[in-house]
């Protein structure tokens, strides 16, 4: 019986661990964030605002979402605090108060009646989804009635939808919230200048007006932009990313004023929360679901590029103290008060600082007075590398840093440069600004992201060309998630000599093929390459094609970011040569050992004049890899990304042999096969030590399970270390360790020492 009992309560407690959890429930308010009072004097009229009418619809606690017009859901998981048609006309009691238009607004009838009651009635107020696309959906009426006689004496109606990114419920009550308030502004000036109508001689039920109020009732002006240059609002729509120029904090032509880390707040008016400025309806913002509590307000400075994640953090500080760090493109919540915002790349001391004032329950939203440069890298093919670059500002010539390519087949991302607008200098690593090869220019204007391409030889480090592309341009052939890339390329030389050494005909034929299909949609990422580079010579000495070059490449990546600072990847590729390759000599050779590996002899071939080196398709190099990229450290002091996995190489001959004069005569050896497994990763970081020390690493390399000797990688550093404004003490370290070479184990060490000055006389 006891053993019964105990089988009939494990049952009992299986069944109930088996019984899912109850969904947690989300409650949502409509926010009313506090602000000054619009009107000086107030007018002497006692208004009651009853709570609001509402269409059936929506009255209820649970938010509503429609995906067709004809069809009405409900979230059950996600509910109002209140009826909505209390919370609105709360708000709007609060709103009214606080204008200061009316000396009196009171919400239930006392002993004394109201002068006039406000009405009103809720058409709408949910989520509308039309498929990828959401949109805040808020509809009210409005009237004003005069008590004695129940006469309407005002009317004002609205319907408004703003599209809002990713439709989720906290993004939507807070876009609802940003609605109700701007209609409340416009609903409080008309009844101003509707009043100030009735007191210049007008009927008092007029609902139209069109006088300004008079001096005793004046509406308070807004305060005035911080500056009258350059800013920023959406180029497009909602879901665009773009800014374009408009009035802002800092002059366009003029560089940002440095501002050290510890140092006094620079001059001029802080920046206020606008609620009617265009900035506050950016796609950023509204996207942005950072929590703001009670009693907080925030600041928000736009990403130029779209992702805070790669660009500089922004750092907030107070009487010259830290007091909290964020992204660009994210809020930044704040206790009320006056602050110093400051982003940007570069030392301290050449970052941007603007000064912000944070009211309770606002955003201060920044117009985007500086300018932001993405910097790629790629090879004469237009594929990307990590060739390293220098920055330097015109005509200043301040060195703001070293830069790296990327490379996308293995999912890295590139960082952008958050800069105050002016002309630009790229010049090598190692440069200065009087460089006059191997240099190129690029200007930067306040709000906008431009994207520059910069074309380097990977093995001299040469620069080959420049330039800046639209997005368009640099994206390719983009169809939705989409990018395709065709290039088809090749030359043709034929040439004629009749002199001793080269009597007849030449011949130099090349092609090329790269082709590129990507996917990316968040967050899944996609990469597949093939190039085909052939080149052949036919000198006038002999009658035989030569291949001088032979390469087919094909790759494949796929990346998934399921957090922001980590996308695992996996990849797989093959490397070929596609032609037969030979060895020529003018005169026939008496007789060429053939050893293995080892160098043991395998056999001896007499009176030839060319060797196959080299079949078709042979060799064949298969690449493989499993890892992940990973944002270690993005902070105000220092970026570390990571890029660490497990590799795999396999090298199949297929008879091929290498030309081998190690022992003074020319021998042949054949190339036998092998397996390599190891680690590969890399290591790139920048830290800011101090406001006038820079420092920039990157290390890339593979190292196998079972011989560490024959690990590969190459190491660049640069320190750089502001003296004065006009110069700079700079130290360069690149090592490089390659064991493959034909010599063996080689690491290479370069190291320099610069001291830069740089002094504008004119």
């Known amino acids: 019986m006891r053993g019964a009992f105990k089988r009939f309560a494990l049952a009992a407690l299986l069944g109930l661990a088996a019984c899912p959890a109850p969904p947690t429930r989300h409650y949502y308010t409509l926010t009313f964030p506090p602000g000054q009072a619009r009107y000086d004097k107030a007018l002497p009229f006692t208004v009651r605002v009853k709570d609001f009418a509402i269409n059936a619809t929506y009255n209820g606690d649970q938010l509503v979402y429609r995906e067709d017009v004809n069809e009405v859901s409900y979230d059950k998981e996600r509910r109002w605090t209140e009826r909505p048609q209390r919370m609105v006309a709360d708000v709007a009691r609060k709103y009214l108060r606080q204008s200061g238009l009316f000396e009196q607004v009171i919400e239930k009838l006392g002993e004394r009646p109201p002068d006039f009651v406000l009405e009103g009635e809720i058409d709408a107020i949910e989520e509308l989804v039309s498929g990828e696309d959401s949109y805040a959906h808020l509809a009210v009426s409005l009237r004003l009635v005069r008590f004695e006689n129940d006469t309407v004496v005002w009317r004002r109606s609205f319907d408004e939808r703003r599209k809002i990114p990713g439709g989720k419920a906290r993004v939507v009550v807070r876009t609802l919230s940003e609605i109700l308030e701007q209609e409340l502004a416009k609903s409080v000036d008309e009844l101003g200048k509707h009043f100030a109508t009735a007191a210049n001689g007008a009927p008092p039920s007029s ?437 660490l996995g497990v590799g795999a190489r396999q090298y199949f001959p297929f008879g091929e042999l290498a030309l081998d004069t190690s022992t003074g005569a020319d021998r042949l050896r054949r190339v036998s096969e092998y397996h390599l497994e190891g680690v590969e990763g890399a290591v790139v970081a920048s830290g800011r030590i101090s406001r006038w020390v820079i420092l920039t690493t990157e290390l890339d390399g593979l190292m196998p399970f079972t011989n560490v000797d024959n690990t590969v990688f190459t190491w660049r550093t640069q320190v750089s270390l502001r003296l004065v404004s006009f110069a700079s003490l700079n130290y360069l370290l690149n090592v490089t360790r390659d064991p493959n070479r034909r010599a063996g184990p080689i690491t290479t060490w370069q190291q320099l020492f610069q001291l830069r000055f740089s002094y504008s006389v004119f």
């Open 207 to 643: 609902s139209s007006p069109s006088a300004a109020p008079d001096a005793a009732h004046a509406a308070v002006p807004a305060p005035a932009p911080a500056s009258d240059t350059a800013a920023a609002v959406p180029a497009k729509g909602p879901g665009d990313n773009k800014l374009e120029p408009v009035p802002a904090v800092q002059k366009a032509e003029e560089p940002a004023r440095p501002f050290a880390l510890t140092g006094p707040a620079p001059s001029g008016e802080a920046l206020r929360p606008d609620p009617t400025s265009p900035l506050a309806s950016l796609p950023q913002l509204l996207a942005d679901e950072t929590d703001m509590p009670a009693g907080k307000g925030a600041v928000f400075f736009p990403s130029l590029s779209g992702a805070g994640d790669r660009e500089p953090p922004l750092a907030v500080y107070k009487d010259g103290e830290l007091v909290a760090q964020g992204k660009m493109g994210e809020r930044v919540v704040l206790d009320p008060g006056t602050y110093v915002a400051q982003f940007g790349s570069g030392a301290g001391r050449q970052q941007t600082a603007i000064p912000v004032a944070v009211e309770e329950g606002r955003v201060t939203v920044a117009p985007a007075s500086w300018a932001a440069l993405e910097l790629r890298v790629v090879n004469e093919r237009f594929i990307g590398f990590r060739g390293n670059y220098e920055l330097i500002s015109m005509p200043a010539r301040e060195e703001y840093g070293v830069g790296f390519g990327v490379d996308e087949e293995l999912g890295e991302e590139l960082k952008v440069w958050v800069l105050p607008p002016g002309l630009y200098k790229v010049v090598q690593a190692g440069g200065n600004y009087r460089d006059r090869v191997n240099f190129a220019t690029v200007y930067l204007v306040p709000g906008k992201l431009t994207h520059f391409t910069l074309v380097r030889d990977p093995d001299s480090g040469d620069f080959k060309g420049a330039g800046v592309f639209t997005e368009e341009e640099s994206a390719g052939g983009v169809d939705g998630p989409w990018k395709k890339l065709l290039v088809l390329g090749g030359d043709v030389k034929v040439g004629y000599g009749n002199d001793a050494a080269s009597n007849g005909w030449s011949f130099d034929i090349g092609l090329f093929v790269d082709a590129m299909v990507r996917y990316l949609k968040e967050p899944h990422l996609f990469v597949s390459r093939l190039e085909l580079e052939e080149g052949i010579l036919r000198p006038a000495s002999t009658q035989r094609f030569e291949p001088y070059y032979d390469r087919l490449y094909f790759h494949n990546i796929y990346t998934f970011h399921f957090l922001p600072w980590l996308g695992p990847y996996v990849r797989a590729g093959a490397e070929t040569k596609i032609l037969p390759r030979y060895k020529d000599y003018d005169q026939p050779v008496a007789s060429i050992d053939v050893v293995d590996a080892q160098g043991n002899p395998l056999e001896t071939l007499t009176n030839v004049d060319r060797i196959q080196l080299g079949n078709p398709f042979a060799p064949l190099q298969l690449k493989e890899g499993l890892g992940g990229n990973v944002r270690a450290l993005h902070t105000l002091w220092i970026d570390l990304d990571l890029r």
